[in-house]
């Protein structure tokens, strides 16, 4: 298995390129395959059998024609559900995916994977244990992995089970204590909400050996700033659009040296 942060891309598709297609989907997933992203990111979560899926709220009436929690959902009944008309109608019919349907499309297109795992309440550990029991079984092992959370127990119990898998630590501010919960999570990458950005205590935390990414940018602008100022990676919805602005900077480089 690879080391994962070190073979990070710059730009990783949120909930795969959420913006043109629903989020957490295949659909998602397939048009960042097209695109030609390396890296996606998406959340999971358990349904009332224990079944690993792909889906990022509690409850599902946002992004689906379902009402209700997830975890109260078994998986026969959650396949019964739209999640994709919300998005436009060219969508209609997609289902919420299986961590191992989304498995499949992200290794077709030899994709990393960033898996959030996003538990409800009390199922913190079990959310852990029934995705990497499923991703031991069905992850490309030549593939780059990263597991993260905004949940201290979902990450402790990711790091007891698989130590190999390197992890993400997701936060809103960037801690006070960030060193010290890095360490004890045993994390590689601290995960950051955009607004909260700092660049000297970016680069305090860089110098220390930890990779830093921020969620969610969708301005090119906004990204190409912050790269510059020492961001490793940015979850973006329109993942093509950034790329297309850092690969648009090359040549004005070139231009500056020539
Ligand atoms: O994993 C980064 C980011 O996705 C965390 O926030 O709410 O989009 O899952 P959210
Ligand atoms: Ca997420």
């Known amino acids: 298995m690879l080391s994962a942060y070190s073979s990070l ?3 990783i598709a949120h909930r795969g390129s959420s ?5 957490n989907t295949l659909a998602s997933l397939h048009l960042a395959g097209q695109q030609g992203i390396k890296w996606v990111e998406i959340d ?7 079944i690993p899926v792909i889906f990022h709220d509690d ?7 379902g009402e209700g929690l997830i975890h109260k959902t078994t998986l026969e009944d959650l396949q019964q559900l739209d999640a994709g008309a919300w998005k436009g109608t ?8 299986t961590l191992i349907e989304a498995i499949e499309v992200i290794a077709h297109y030899g994709m990393g994977l ?6 409800c309440e009390g199922l913190e550990e079990e959310t852990t244990e029934a995705s990497i029991a499923v991703l031991k079984k069905h992850w490309p092992t030549h593939l780059p992995l990263i597991l993260s959370s905004f949940n201290y127990f979902s990450l402790t119990s990711a790091r007891d089970l698989w130590p190999e898998i390197q992890r993400g630590y997701n936060v809103s501010a960037i801690p006070k204590a960030w060193q010290s919960r890095l360490e004890n999570l045993g994390c590689s990458g601290l995960h950051i909400h955009q607004p909260f950005f700092d660049a000297q205590l970016v680069a305090e935390i860089k110098k220390a050996g930890y990779k830093v990414l921020a969620f969610t940018i969708n301005n090119e602008s906004l990204a190409i700033e ?5 961001l490793d990676a940015v979850f973006s919805d329109f993942p093509l659009q950034i790329q297309h602005a850092i690969d648009s900077q090359i040549p004005a480089l070139e231009v500056a040296f020539t």
């Open 19 to 23: 913006g043109q297609a629903p989020e």
């Open 44 to 50: 999971v979560m358990l349904t009332s059998d224990g």
């Open 59 to 65: 409850y599902l009436h946002r992004t689906t024609n």
């Open 114 to 119: 960033n898996l959030e795992l996003k538990p």
């Open 226 to 230: 912050l790269f510059d100022q020492g």
């Open 9 to 11: 891309t710059q730009v």
């Open 90 to 97: 060219e969508f209609q019919h997609q289902k919420v995916p």
